[in-house]
Nanobody, 114 residues
Framework: QMRFVESGGGLVQPGGSLRLSCATS????????MRWYRQAPGKERELVAD????????NYPDSVASRFTISRVNANNTLYLQMNSLKPEDTAVYYC???????WGQGTQVTVSS
């Protein structure tokens, strides 16, 4: 069955960096476009970054463009999100999923605070 296990979150100061990982299983990872999502307290879930099956095309909203980089290693069935220049407003639980989403993992908490 399709499964996503996010990891790599933590507490960082503003301006710091984190690299999130999403280990996947239960489907042909290399055939699916993927997306990182996040959800902060009191806010709806929002998209963070998209990537096509081969990793040749990516897309980001203006809120994270130039700071975040999505990537994938299809041989390892793993999705990544490199986050730089983090801001307090990036604080949220981060999730990975297919596009469109199918099943939700537990996510990984990112807290940006001094």
């Amino acid at each position: 069955q399709m499964r996503f296990v996010e990891s790599g979150g933590g507490l960082v100061q503003p301006g710091g960096s984190l690299r999130l990982s999403c280990a996947t299983s239960g489907f042909t990872f290399s055939s699916f476009p993927m997306r990182w999502y996040r959800q902060a307290p009191g806010k709806e879930r929002e998209l963070v970054a998209d990537i096509n099956p081969t990793g040749s095309l990516t897309n980001y909203p203006d809120s994270v463009a130039s700071r975040f980089t999505i990537s994938r290693v299809n041989a390892n069935n793993t999705l990544y999100l490199q986050m730089n220049s983090l801001k307090p407003e990036d604080t949220a639980v981060y999730y990975c999923n297919t596009i469109p989403p199918r099943y939700w993992g537990q996510g990984t908490q990112v807290t940006v605070s001094s």
